[in-house]
């Protein structure tokens, strides 16, 4: 995969990236098969190889934006809940007490 692919499959939504990782996965099981047909051996197992790592690419780039999803989505109910607490809160002024020798 060359870099101007995973760039353009940074892009990519979490559902084109599963749709994508399927691809892959069906890529592989046929080269898979072809391997162990023993034809073309050589060419297919570099092809494997680079299916995988392909793969590989898609899946991380899935699982980061998963991750991403949910640390955003944690932010602002942690936003949400510091306001509602903020609202909730009496304000009142604090008194010193004096310190008696």
């Not at 690419?57 to 955003?72: F, I, S």
């Amino acid at each position: 995969m060359k870099k101007t692919d995973l760039k353009a499959i940074k892009e990519l939504t979490i559902k084109d990236l599963s749709v994508k990782a399927e691809v892959f996965r069906k890529e592989l099981a046929d080269l898979s098969l072809a391997v162990l047909d023993k034809t073309n051996k050589g060419k297919d197992v570099k092809l494997a190889f680079k299916k995988r790592k392909d793969l590989a690419q898609v899946l991380t780039v899935m699982r980061q934006k998963e991750l991403v999803a949910g640390l955003e989505s944690r932010a602002e109910q942690l936003t949400s809940e510091l306001a509602n607490q903020e609202e909730e809160k009496p304000k009142t002024k604090r008194v010193r007490k004096e310190k008696t020798s």
